[in-house]
């Protein structure tokens, strides 16, 4: 604890994303017709050029399969992170508006426009949080044996979030990440080979301080794909005392016991920060809590002393749902023991979200 999926890339929010886009356009037939692109590689459709942010530094590049829409407007090619919509369902016109919300938040309205180890773990649902990555490292002289040792989250089409002391293991840099399921033995999901591992530039292990770090993925996600979608950021700076929160991952189930190939799950409540900065006092004579506990860290535990992130879990996430759609509050990074009656300590995910965002989305800024 203390060093704490496939699909073919078919749009199959073209339901849910595409008639508001059609809508914004004052198109209300022909849904159907809304058309997949190419732009560098990157996920993209064919929207009226006003339905895409533009900016100096993005080329739009027109696609041959980029027809007029119903009002024969001429449509352009349009990454899906530049897409400019969002769906306001209390008027009989659906409009397009601007808002004062975070990137994060604006990203995560778009991922979810239809709103749909761990000691004493439960085993989760086939697809119930497909989000869920794991970290694999290759063994040393065994290129085909693959070992997992830290837990991640998708958040964009190419990144999923860890802990940044992941990346100080004895066998160096992860080099492949493991897509959403439920098991790291499920045949059907794959390995996705990793092409950069960004700590954060404040973090210097083995100190716990700006534990996060994000992984670039060699190839795309659909983050809007119930199969294998991405999860939100939590922005707000707070989040109440004694909510529940869900902790995951594919660690150890008791303390220097076996690690898990099932993913699993535990229920926690977020603990009192001031409880936590008692817990966890400043230790000047540690290279792991010199300034005891910050604004920086969330805490939460399990009030039977039952459930609790353990070694292995490293780099997860501690989830809240909120309508039914999963926010990431915090990053898994150390604690004491497993279940150990100690609350677990998680880097705060609202922290660093200006960080996170200029990485994952660069074409906004």
Not at 124 to 146: C, Q, S
Request: aromatic content about 10%; charged content about 20%.
């Amino acid at each position: 604890m203390h060093l704490k999926q496939i699909f073919s890339i078919k749009f199959v929010f073209n339901i849910i994303l595409v008639k508001g886009l059609i809508e914004s356009s004052n198109a209300e037939k022909n849904n159907e017709n809304v058309q997949v692109c190419n732009s560098s590689g990157e996920p993209s459709l064919c929207v009226p050029h006003t339905l895409c942010k533009p900016k100096k530094n993005i080329i739009h590049f027109y696609d041959d399969r980029c027809d007029r829409d119903a009002n024969g407007i001429l449509q352009i090619c349009c990454l899906m992170s530049n897409l400019l919509i969002r769906v306001l369902k209390e008027e009989p016109a659906t409009t397009a508006v601007t808002t004062n919300e975070t990137l994060a938040e604006q990203m995560c309205e778009r991922y979810y426009l239809s709103t749909r180890p761990i000691t004493h773990g439960a085993k989760v649902l086939k697809r119930e949080f497909p989000f869920m990555y794991a970290l694999g490292w290759k063994a040393k002289n065994d290129n085909e044996t693959i070992l997992y040792k830290c837990g991640a989250s998708l958040i964009s089409a190419r990144y999923v979030l860890t802990a940044a002391h992941c990346f100080y293991d004895n066998d160096g840099l992860p080099s492949v990440v493991r897509a959403g399921g439920i098991s790291l033995a499920d045949g059907d999901v794959q390995n996705i080979e990793i092409t950069e591992c960004i700590e954060h530039p404040d973090y210097e292990y083995p100190s716990s301080y700006n534990d996060i770090a994000l992984v670039k993925l060699a190839e795309y996600r659909i983050p809007t794909s119930k199969f294998e979608g991405a999860a939100c950021l939590w922005t707000p700076n707070r989040i109440d005392d004694y909510d529940n929160v869900i902790v995951l991952g594919y660690g150890q189930t008791s303390f220097a016991g076996i690690a898990s190939e099932d993913l699993l799950k535990a229920t926690l409540t977020v603990y009192p920060q001031n409880q936590c900065e008692q817990d966890y006092p400043p230790d000047k004579l540690s290279l792991n809590l010199r300034n005891g506990i910050t604004k920086n860290f969330i805490c939460a535990v399990d009030p039977e002393n039952l459930r609790d992130t353990c070694q292995g879990d490293s780099g997860g996430p501690l989830v809240a749902f909120i309508k039914r759609i999963p926010f990431i509050v915090g990053v898994t990074s150390f604690g004491v023991g497993c279940a150990s009656g100690m609350p677990g300590v998680y880097t705060r995910v609202s922290e660093y979200s200006s960080w996170i965002e200029k990485i994952i989305w660069p074409d906004i800024f």
